[in-house]
């Protein structure tokens, strides 16, 4: 998994995709970065009479799973996995090496499928030639996880994509506008994934409300272009909650683009147990009718937003809710979405002083670095962020 894209030093591209662009495409990729292409047995001799001694020719055997194939690749390429992206236009294949140290990048003319939303590569374009444009203005990869990414006391990059996929089923049909990608604690990129762990903070504490606030203005900002909004609310929180966690960042971004803040619209009438280890048939049971809606929604267009979609249970029910109450339209927000079924061991980053585990922390003024898990017991061994990235990429761990 890489950041960005100008941290590419090599590709490795079925050869398939070699018939959806020109010549020229082809000879600036391959004259700027190390290229491996994945060809069918028995063609090497026709590869080569178009690329000759430029590229790496891979064979598919058809035998070998497509990671092994990507890995070998990197062999013959002499770099790091976390230097090199696969190319594929086929979901499958990204899904199936989600979990390697290597990039990922899709290229697929459809949108993103609700199947598709939580084994997302880190990037997606419509046709491969968008990947030149990329490269030379400098974007980056989904917004939301670059925009949350401090390098030292600097933010990565305030560009970046959104994505969004359309929910239908039985209960409400909605679409889902979303920043980048969540991983668990569980999940194997968690371990140096800032967005992650700054949405995990926000749970307790109020920190990151200014960065939550700037993304949603962002994303909002790009889809008011294309869309008419009349108001935004977001999920409630349970009855018992003495924290609206999401109230005031929806009254700031109301603020910011004069929307209409319409949080008091939508409330959740009973507690119900936590939605965690439930799947989502239990989740979806879980949020029955929890929720009510006011009449002064009706005949809007609404945006709720939320931090994390993950099945999107509670977010239906809400849809389901402010639909009854009359509502035109409502699009669902939301920082990110979380990630599924990608795990291994967390990567161990050894502390520099005694040795144990190094882990990526965030400090009160909002900084990222690594720091020893041994620091109660008095070791201050750490390490700056960009250095233990680095570290990492050795170990060929990210």
Request: proline share 3%; with cysteine.
């Amino acid at each position: 998994m890489f950041i960005e894209v100008n941290d590419l030093k090599g590709l490795i591209i079925k050869a398939n995709l070699y018939d959806s662009v020109d010549n020229d495409f082809w000879n600036e990729i391959t004259s700027s970065l190390n290229c491996a292409l994945i060809i069918d047995e028995g063609q090497l001799s026709i590869w080569k009479s178009n690329f000759g001694n430029r590229v790496i020719y891979i064979e598919n055997d058809y035998w070998s799973s497509i990671d092994s194939i990507v890995n070998k690749a990197i062999l013959e390429l002499q770099l790091q996995p976390c230097d090199v992206a696969f190319v594929s236009d086929q979901h499958s294949e990204i899904k199936d090496v989600l979990s390697a140290a290597f990039g990922t990048v899709l290229i697929s003319e459809n949108d993103v499928e609700y199947s598709q939303y939580g084994e997302m590569p880190d990037f997606r374009f419509r046709k491969f030639t968008d990947f030149k444009k990329v490269t030379t203005d400098r974007s980056f990869g989904y917004f939301s996880e670059v925009f949350s990414t401090r390098i030292g006391k600097n933010k990565l990059s305030s560009r970046g994509r959104i994505f969004h996929f359309e929910v239908n089923n039985l209960r409400a049909k909605y679409r889902v506008f979303t920043g980048g990608r969540y991983f668990t604690r569980e999940h194997c990129k968690y371990s140096f994934h800032q967005l992650s762990h700054r949405i995990r903070k926000s749970k307790d504490e109020t920190s990151e409300d200014t960065l939550f606030t700037e993304i949603f203005v962002k994303i909002i900002s790009a889809m008011l272009k294309n869309m008419k909004i009349d108001g935004l609310t977001r999920v409630p929180p349970k009855p018992s909650n003495t924290r609206d966690r999401l109230g005031p960042i929806v009254a700031n971004v109301s603020t910011h683009l004069k929307i209409q803040d319409l949080s008091k619209s939508l409330n959740c009438t009973e507690d119900y147990p936590s939605q965690k280890g439930l799947n989502a048939i239990e989740r979806e049971l879980n949020v029955r009718d929890k929720f009510s809606a006011s009449s002064n929604v009706e005949n809007k267009t609404i945006i709720l937003l939320d931090d994390v979609f993950t099945t999107g249970a509670t977010a239906t029910e809400c849809v389901h809710t402010l639909r009854k109450a009359g509502v035109s339209d409502v699009i669902v927000v939301t920082i990110a979405a979380n990630q599924f079924g990608v795990f291994r061991d967390s990567p161990f980053l050894p502390c520099p002083e005694c040795g144990e585990q190094l882990v990526l922390k965030l400090s009160k003024y909002g900084n990222a670095f690594f720091g020893c898990t041994e620091y109660s017991s008095g070791c201050k061994g750490s390490m700056y962020y960009s250095d233990g990235r680095i570290e990492l990429n050795k170990l060929n761990l990210i």
